[in-house]
């Protein structure tokens, strides 16, 4: 229990209906703002909260105001249009930013928030819905000590690890980093699984075995079983990976990495896609071996 706080919550999509639900559980005063008013009013029913019109009408009065949705443009229109959150916010409140999205955007955010006398936290996530839900995710921030001194204790209710990892930026570049060691691990295991059946071994016990050796992995632990039996309709979709995907390949470009696996993963995914597979767990890879 954390002392309560008067914050906002814009984006009630599978991350951030439950995000929110653990900052209201945990004592604080809670408005949300989706783009369906009726989730939104769902969720205040649910939770004793507020639910408001627009990002704006969320964000004043709170002492910081939390988002999670989907893209940079996204994000650009809850926070500065006519009726988005900066338009709202008080000196001193702290915006805190989950969505994953572009370094860009977030030290553009972080400047004109710094600029009007607020501060604003980039702060991407990992641990898909199920972290979510279990308020087990991990936390990547960029900004400033003192906003993130303020932003950290509210966090802590759906956290299991949050650290600041460098100026405004650094969150969505830690992202970016978890999310290319994710695509090549996944496009392992695919193939790993996919030789275990075709030599005629017993891909289950196979997997039961390595999983206690060097090569275990979150992904080994909790994706096998349903990518051996062909089921994908949960977990992380293929559209939001290539949408982070392209972020990261855009960012290498500007710094000069080289990222051959993550870029030809992405063509591997855009060959799920094809299959009819946007919105498959990206553990779907395997599908395409199968072919």
Request: aromatic fraction near 8%.
């Amino acid at each position: 229990m954390t002392t309560s706080r008067t914050v906002a919550f814009i984006g009630l999509g599978v991350m951030g209906y439950p995000i929110a639900g653990h900052l209201a559980r945990a004592g604080h005063k809670v408005t949300v703002y989706n783009r369906t008013a009726a989730k939104a009013e769902r969720f205040a029913q649910e939770f004793a909260a507020t639910a408001a019109p627009t990002p704006r009408a969320a964000a004043r009065d709170a002492d910081l105001v939390f988002a999670c949705v989907g893209n940079d443009d996204d994000l650009r229109a809850v926070t500065l249009s006519e009726t988005g959150a900066f338009k709202g916010m008080k000196p001193g409140a702290i915006f805190v930013d989950h969505t994953t999205a572009s370094a860009k955007i977030a030290r553009e955010l972080f400047a004109l928030a710094k600029g009007a006398g607020f501060g604003f936290i980039d702060a991407p996530v990992s641990g898909g819905q199920a972290g979510a839900e279990k308020g087990a995710l991990t936390v990547m921030c960029g900004g400033a000590g003192e906003d993130f001194a303020q932003a950290e204790p509210p966090i802590a209710a759906y956290a299991r690890a949050c650290r600041l990892m460098g100026p405004s930026g650094a969150g969505q570049l830690t992202k970016m980093v978890n999310q290319i060691a994710i695509a090549g691990l996944i496009q392992s295991l695919s193939e790993a699984l996919h030789f275990a059946v075709s030599a005629g071994l017993d891909a289950q016990a196979v997997i039961d075995l390595l999983k206690n050796g060097a090569a275990q992995s979150w992904q080994m632990e909790n994706r096998t079983a349903t990518m051996l039996a062909g089921e994908f309709d949960h977990g992380f979709a293929v559209e939001w990976m290539r949408k982070d995907l392209a972020i990261c390949l855009e960012e290498a470009r500007r710094n000069g990495a080289q990222l051959p696996v993550a870029a030809l993963v992405d063509q591997f995914y855009a060959g799920v896609e094809k299959l009819g597979g946007r919105r498959w767990d990206t553990s779907s890879l395997i599908a395409l071996l199968k072919q």
